[in-house]
């Protein structure tokens, strides 16, 4: 079992920039996938951004441009780091791992940007 725990999210303004972190209780090689979903209020939850291998990783279309994922595996963790935020990016922000057989997800952090 693994525990995975963000941080890092908050209140900002539009344009403003926020860095989430995700610290996994153990190694992340294994996983497949590792990255950030995130789920706005009343919506369902959605990709923003995942690695799909220890180098490679994918962007939602709203994300690409103004975030970058990036990893520390000595540090089994993944970021986020968010520039240009905007009012639709708000939500809470969750991150993932997926093995073969496996899915963790964390408790999720809270960003909100205002207007």
Known sequence: QVQLVESGGGLVQAGGSLRLS?????????????????????????????F???TSAIY???????FT????NAK???Y????????EDTGVYYCN????????????TQVTVSS
């Open 60 to 66: 939602a279309d709203s994300a690409k441009g103004r």
């Open 80 to 87: 986020l780091q968010m520039n240009s935020l905007k009012p």
């Open 97 to 108: 791992a997926k093995g073969d057989w496996t899915d963790y997800w964390g408790q999720g």
């Open 69 to 72: 994922i990036s990893r520390d």
């Open 76 to 78: 089994n963790a993944v």
């Open 52 to 54: 799909t291998s220890s």
């Open 22 to 50: 995700c610290a996994a209780s153990g190694s992340i090689f294994a996983f497949n996938r590792m990255g950030w979903y995130r789920q706005a209020p009343g919506k369902q939850r959605e990709l923003v951004a995942t």
